[in-house]
């Protein structure tokens, strides 16, 4: 059975950094393409940053430049290094992997998602 475990998320000033984790239960982890998507309140969901099988990288354009996805297909493991945080940060964080080579947001492709972690940022 596959799970996404989400860990890292918390409360931070605008400004601040947080790095989320995921770690997945998957025994071909490197076969899959692995995502960040975030839900705000009120909001629907979106995509913030896919890495696909041979590690290229999609960002939502809000997150260019302060976001950073990576992986360890050793650790089984995805990472979203968050930086110069903002507001428009806060929601729910939820990591996704799809089997095969995904560079997009469509969480269709998709086939498992993760719980969640709360990303808060204050003013």
């Known amino acids: 059975q596959v799970r996404l475990v989400e860990s890292g998320g918390g409360s931070v000033q605008a400004g601040g950094s947080l790095r989320l984790s995921c770690a997945a239960s998957i025994s071909a982890f490197s076969a899959y393409s692995m995502a960040w998507f975030r839900q705000a309140p009120g909001k629907e969901r979106e995509g913030v940053a896919v890495i696909d099988r041979p590690g290229r990288t999609l960002y939502t354009n809000s997150v260019k430049g302060r976001f950073t996805i990576s992986r360890d297909n050793a650790e089984k493991t995805v990472y979203l290094e968050m930086n110069s945080m903002d507001v428009e940060d806060t929601g729910m964080y939820y990591c996704?992997?799809?089997?095969?080579?995904?560079?997009?947001?469509?969480?269709?492709?998709?086939?498992?998602w993760g719980q969640g972690t709360q990303v808060t940022v204050s003013s």
């Open positions: 996704a992997a799809g089997n095969g080579y995904i560079l997009s947001f469509n969480d269709r492709l998709f086939d498992y």
